[in-house]
């Protein structure tokens, strides 16, 4: 996907509206609307961030030893307010390592995690909770864990030396 930053975006956005206005035909209203959402920043909070940064779950996938092209991380767990919540994180090769866990999931007491790779391909994967390792994962084809905050390696991320 095409990266604009918000100042190209913006003169972009006026460009369209300047001329959907001019004439009104359907097949310019149509373009409007679909260079909108695709120009649209839909990112959410599970985007990739400095691992230094980040509190609750978050994971690094380490890419000098992830063969895989694809990973889709399936999230789930019952919150504070005991509500059940399931969410899913994909990853492809080319974006940061480093992906936090959605807001709403990201301070769980527990919480299960299935991590698919691409075809049967090699990933390896670090679970983290705040600075500290949970698990460490290699994956080929499906894994799948429960994880604890509690049930930490009492390895700073500092220390480990895997960040990219």
């Not at 301070?107 to 075809?119: A, H, K, L, Q, Y």
């Not at 499906?142 to 480990?160: A, M, Y």
């Amino acid at each position: 996907m095409i990266t604009i930053n918000k100042f190209w975006r913006g003169i972009l956005i006026i460009l369209l509206l300047k001329i959907t206005f001019m004439k009104m035909k359907t097949l310019q209203y149509i373009l409007l609307v679909v260079v909108a959402f695709a120009l649209t920043d839909c990112r959410t909070s599970s985007t990739s961030l400095d691992p230094k940064e980040i509190d609750g779950w978050h994971f690094h996938i380490c890419s000098n030893e992830t063969k895989a092209s694809r990973l889709w991380f399936e999230l789930s767990g019952t919150n504070g307010n005991s509500v059940y919540d399931r969410q899913e994180i994909k990853w492809q090769s080319g974006r940061k390592t480093t992906i936090a866990v959605p807001e709403g999931m990201r301070f769980m007491d527990e919480m299960n995690v299935s991590i698919r790779t691409s075809g049967k391909r090699k990933a390896k994967v670090c679970i983290l909770y705040g600075q500290f390792v949970i698990k460490s994962v290699e994956v080929t084809g499906t894994e799948s864990n429960k994880v604890s905050r509690e049930n930490r390696d009492n390895c700073p991320v500092d220390l480990l030396g895997f960040l990219d």
